[in-house]
Nanobody, 128 residues
Framework: QVQLVESGGGLVQAGGSLRLSCAAS????????LGWFRQVPGKGREFVAS????????YYADSVKGRATISRDNVESTVYLQMNSLEPEDTAVYYC?????????????????????WGQGTQVTVSS
């Protein structure tokens, strides 16, 4: 079992920045690939970024590429999502998720159906 707790969401003006954090706890939590997804009402969860358990491989959605950076601290068992140049379209609930480290293909790390554990989400609202 892995428990995930997100923090860092809030209200920000367009063009601003936010850093989301996700603290992972539980057995061998540092051995999981971690990802960030977001969801708006009426739509499914959308992939944002993911990072393999070693921290050496990252993936980004085209919509955030160049504006977002995912990183992890395996000592603190925390994953971060730094988002810059925020746009109103980034408004959503952001979720942290964990999947088995044995997933290694990009299609697996970007597919929400392959993630086993989810946090409760943190709201990000970008005003224009």
């Amino acid at each position: 079992q892995v428990q995930l707790v997100e923090s860092g969401g809030g209200l920000v003006q367009a063009g601003g920045s936010l850093r989301l954090s996700c603290a992972a706890s539980g057995r061998s939590s540092r051995n999981y690939n971690l990802g960030w997804f977001r969801q708006v009402p009426g739509k499914g969860r959308e992939f944002v970024a993911s990072i393999r358990w070693t921290g050496g491989v990252t993936y980004y959605a085209d919509s955030v590429k160049g504006r977002a950076t995912i990183s992890r601290d395996n000592v603190e068992s925390t994953v971060y999502l730094q988002m810059n140049s925020l746009e109103p379209e980034d408004t959503a609930v952001y979720y942290c998720a964990a999947q088995s480290r044995y997933y290694s293909f990009s299609e697996q790390l970007t597919d929400p159906n392959t993630y086993e554990y989810w946090g409760q989400g943190t709201q990000v609202t970008v005003s224009s």
